[in-house]
């Protein structure tokens, strides 16, 4: 290994970046060809869903150098995140949070790029190109071949000490390192729990994730504004991202019981979870809401119909246990989402809003007939149609 490579080391970890390996890039060729190979398998599989971006982007994949021609070594970074779940009536995805109170796109490239210009200063005149999980390139397969953990059957990283938990980044760089690849055994063993905890059977056999079964796909990827018949098998409180591959994983259960022992980023009360605020936002409010989160990403009319699906997911599960109460609180909060809501889903929340009238009125005849000892209905119900 170079001396350069050493310096430019000590300007990540100057900039909290804790796990990173490094790679030249015709000492990884052959085993990475195997990964882009994998990579192109998967899509033409059609297991890609409707994301035709990773198509128009193959090409690069396959070649870094298509994207800098001088590129003589590649870096993987990693900064893990925290494990404590985002609490409340709503699920998101942890990765969300961000990194320090930002989009972690935005914050991880500024670190990598601050470690850059710390390290110039040292008069290392070599070129650079920081990607961080907005272009092209394959940061999971490099992070791999660098030595930063194993790819585990959820085809997710995994590193022994943090676990999946992890934002991953790839720096190119235009000088070699004398560095061969160095991944880490495979630790998973004969556990199967990512894939058998999957709701949807999305994984269709080991690192084979099918994304058109996808809750994560579906609620941060897919767009339809309207909801389908093939939609109500991905009904979740999940709404934003998913988490579940990786809550059952035994390295991520570990950090999960110590997750006060890991910084916690991002601005938790950026993460509204309560159904009643949530479908008081109007548009404007939301997107204010998350201009410094990943969460940008979900447009408004997709979260409105994700807070759908988690609210008629609730109803599926839980509706036969409600309190009136709580079904008065929830039809209080569809009617103010009704009013803000774009013309294209106004039947999908007019006919959430008639469902839970109806429970109501179930729940007023059983009150009627002394069949529950549950809270009155209140005036408030009249409002309801």
Known sequence: MKPWVLALYQC?????IP???IVDLDKAEERYKNHSQNFEEWLDAGLSAEMKYLRKGLAARKDPRSLMPNAQSVLA???PYSARPIQGEVRYARYLRGKDGEDYHTSL???AERALAEFRAKEFAIESQVWVDTGPVLERAWA????LGWIGKNNLLIHPAFGSYLYLGVIFLSETSDSETAPMGDRCGHCVRCLEGCPTRAFEGVRTLNANLCISYSNLEAKPRRVSKDFEPLLTDWVAGCDICQEVCPFNRKISASAKDIEAFGEEELFVTDWLDLLAEDEATYRRRVKVLALQYVDWAHFSRNLWSSIQYKLNQDSD???PS???RLGVGVEARLQNCISDQKLMWLELLNRISKLLQIEELNLEEGRTDSLCVGEEHRSLP
Do not use: T
């Not at 990540?12 to 909290?16: F, K, R």
């Not at 791999?144 to 030595?147: I, K, M, N, Q, V």
């Open 12 to 16: 990540l970890e100057a900039q909290g």
């Open 321 to 323: 246990r409600m309190k």
């Open 19 to 21: 796990l990173y390996g």
């Open 109 to 111: 490239k500024g670190k």
């Open 77 to 79: 970074f990693a900064v």
């Open 326 to 328: 709580e079904l008065i």
């Open 144 to 147: 791999y071949l660098c030595g």
